[in-house]
């Protein structure tokens, strides 16, 4: 089957208007890209990013509009005059409005493309000395050499493709030595649990705030043939909530994880302990250079000795633990 893509220019000021128009008209499913938008909601939620990609913040600069698919059959040109002419016709009923140009600009596009050629640019990414992050329609046995971590990674929450994740793996694969109980704060797409668990780990958990993780998770899980009885996921705020952290924290973790930004760890470092047994390790990491001594600053603050800072390109991880006793 193939689709027009059909990207109607208009105006951050007037996009609400015209996509009210077109809910009203019956297309119910559209993509608004408008920078002022995404800059509203990189304010909004600051306290989850220290770092914009720049393509990405460069892709936004200027832009709004709202994106809609239509089949190209016989009748998509009829469906185009009617729109056009509906959009010409909002555009006289708000005559002080800017509403944009309303432009109407189309692409031709096959179902497989815009469904499935996304893959493409998703391929085994070997991380470290052990694994390799494969997604998960491709052969798991990538290489016999290394323990495949199979994940879907057209979902959100992490891909093993960032510096910060793969670091995270790396301090992994040197501290999991069999049987050691571990917790992820921050678990998103549930990697970093499922890695600890494919190198010799007993048990996982993977906590998250956002409720849409812990299926993506499972589902991660499951495809590598990690259940119940080793890995669960769950929703919990281990900062805001004591009973939660409490609740979780019993019985103590022989690995804490928590690949997040500078501006969680660092009020989610004075938690960390109640989770830690003796001789356990912290491993955090998603901290921007800048931010490294902030943020070392706050684990030594909660009682935590840094043991190892590792630094890929812009970014730092860091592994601490309790002081020794004697």
């Known amino acids: 089957m193939q689709w027009l893509?059909?990207?109607?220019?208009?105006a951050s000021a007037g996009v609400e208007t015209v996509a009210e128009r077109l809910t009203v008209l019956g297309y119910d499913s559209f993509i608004?890209?408008?920078?002022a938008e995404f800059e509203d909601f990189l304010e909004q939620n600051r306290q989850y990013w220290d770092y914009v990609?720049?393509?990405?913040?460069?892709?936004?600069?200027?832009?709004?509009?709202?994106?809609?698919?239509?089949?190209?059959?016989p009748t998509?040109?009829?469906?185009?005059?009617?729109?056009?002419?509906?959009?010409?016709?909002?555009?006289?009923?708000?005559?002080?409005?800017?509403?944009?140009?309303?432009?109407?600009?189309?692409?031709?596009?096959q179902e497989e493309d815009w469904e499935n050629n996304w893959k493409q640019y998703y391929q085994p990414l070997p991380i470290g000395q052990k694994l390799i992050v494969?997604?998960?329609?491709?052969?798991?046995?990538?290489?016999?050499?290394?323990?495949?971590?199979?994940?879907?990674?057209?979902?959100?929450?992490?891909?093993?493709?960032?510096?910060?994740?793969?670091?995270?793996l790396v301090a992994l694969e040197e501290a999991v030595r069999g049987g050691e109980r571990v917790i992820d704060l921050g678990s998103g797409s549930g990697i970093l649990s499922i890695a600890a668990l494919l190198l010799g780990a007993a048990t996982a958990t993977g906590v998250d705030i956002?409720?849409?993780?812990?299926?993506?998770?499972?589902?991660?899980?499951a495809f590598n043939d990690l259940h119940g009885d080793r890995f669960t996921a769950v929703t919990g705020d281990v900062i805001g909530d004591r009973s939660a952290m409490e609740q979780l924290a019993q019985g103590g973790y022989d690995i804490v994880l928590?690949?997040?930004?500078?501006?969680?760890?660092?009020?989610?470092?004075?938690?960390v302990p109640h989770f830690l047994r003796p001789n356990a390790l912290f491993i955090c990491s998603g901290i921007l250079d800048r931010r490294l001594d902030e943020v070392?600053?706050?684990?030594?603050?909660?009682?935590?000795?840094?043991?190892?800072?590792?630094?890929?390109?812009?970014?730092?991880?860091?592994?601490?633990r309790l002081p020794r006793e004697g």
């Open 5 to 10: 893509e059909l990207s109607i220019q208009t």
């Open 53 to 73: 990609d720049e393509d990405l913040a460069q892709k936004m600069q200027g832009l709004s509009q709202i994106r809609l698919y239509i089949e190209d059959g």
């Open 76 to 109: 998509a040109p009829e469906t185009l005059r009617q729109l056009e002419a509906e959009l010409a016709l909002l555009k006289r009923q708000h005559p002080g409005a800017d509403l944009g140009t309303l432009e109407m600009r189309l692409q031709n596009l």
């Open 210 to 221: 956002d409720p849409k993780a812990e299926d993506i998770a499972r589902e991660n899980a």
């Open 296 to 320: 070392r600053s706050a684990i030594e603050a909660a009682g935590l000795e840094v043991a190892a800072v590792r630094t890929q390109e812009d970014w730092c991880q860091i592994t601490a």
């Open 32 to 35: 608004i890209d408008d920078q």
């Open 258 to 271: 928590a690949n997040i930004v500078a501006d969680v760890i660092i009020p989610l470092a004075p938690v």
């Open 134 to 168: 494969v997604p998960q329609w491709l052969d798991p046995h990538q290489d016999p050499a290394r323990i495949p971590v199979r994940l879907d990674p057209g979902m959100i929450f992490g891909t093993g493709a960032h510096a910060s994740t793969q670091m995270c």
